[in-house]
T-cell receptor
Framework: AQSVAQPEDQVNVAEGNPLTVKCTYS??????LFWYVQYPNRGLQFLLK??????LVKGSYGFEAEFNKSQTSFHLKKPSALVSDSALYFC????????????FGPGTRLSVLP | NAGVTQTPKFRILKIGQSMTLQCAQD?????MYWYRQDPGMGLKLIYY???????DKGEVPNGYNVSRSTTEDFPLRLELAAPSQTSVYFC???????????FGSGTQLSVL
């Protein structure tokens, strides 16, 4: 079975400070890992993915994520938060032997305070 | 460049009514998906399709049906609406080997 945990329902950070949104996963086989962002009344938008290769993945809008196999984690990071980064963030996983069955975490609401 | 288009955006149903949520994509993607989003629960996969004529169940398929007669369209059918189907429904598509999902803007459904 596949599963994703996002241990924080809400993350608050001051504008200009670094931010981290946490994600841990469980999957048999090699994991394909993703981050998506959802703004109010919109569909999800792709931020970045890890399939293979370098453990540090860079994505859209200055976000990056680090794959840690031993800790089964894929935390989302940004060096300097913007108020416009405030949104709902979802981590997702697909095991390489699970077909097209992507599993999403429950989401973390990020609030960047001016 | 429309991407993934969902209609309607909002709908209120009475218990026992039926309806079809429409989804169309213009990116020639082989793979299409239906998810439902409930507060604090993330997205749950209802059905997906890897090509025209091929569909498969996801995590929460009960109460729903799908068909895929063309590459572009992937409608989701609710036959006997129940309050438990009150949710926001998202359609998505992707192409083989890309792994990036493109989402529509969603349909907010209330069953009363």
């Amino acid at each position: 079975a596949q599963s994703v945990a996002q241990p924080e329902d809400q993350v608050n950070v001051a504008e200009g400070n670094p931010l981290t949104v946490k994600c841990t996963y469980s999957v048999s086989g090699n994991p394909y890992l993703f981050w998506y962002v959802q703004y109010p009344n919109r569909g999800l938008q792709f931020l970045l993915k890890y399939i293979t290769g370098d453990n540090l993945v860079k994505g859209s809008y200055g976000f990056e994520a680090e794959f840690n196999k031993s800790q089964t984690s894929f935390h989302l990071k940004k060096p300097s938060a913007l108020v416009s980064d405030s949104a709902l963030y979802f981590c997702a996983v697909r095991g390489d032997n699970y077909g097209q069955n992507f599993v999403f975490g429950p989401g973390t609401r990020l609030s960047v305070l001016p | 460049n429309a991407g993934v288009t969902q209609t309607p955006k909002f709908r209120i149903l009475k218990i026992g009514q039926s309806m079809t949520l429409q989804c169309a994509q213009d990116m020639n993607h082989n793979y299409m998906y239906w998810y439902r989003q409930d507060p604090g629960m993330g997205l749950k996969l209802i059905y997906y399709s890897v090509g025209a004529g091929i569909t498969d169940k996801g995590e929460v398929p009960n109460g729903y049906n799908v068909s895929r007669s063309t590459t572009e369209d992937f409608p989701l059918r609710l036959e006997l609406a129940a309050p438990s189907q009150t949710s926001v429904y998202f359609c998505a598509s992707s192409s083989p080997g890309n792994e990036k999902l493109f989402f529509g803007s969603g349909t907010q459904l209330s069953v009363l």
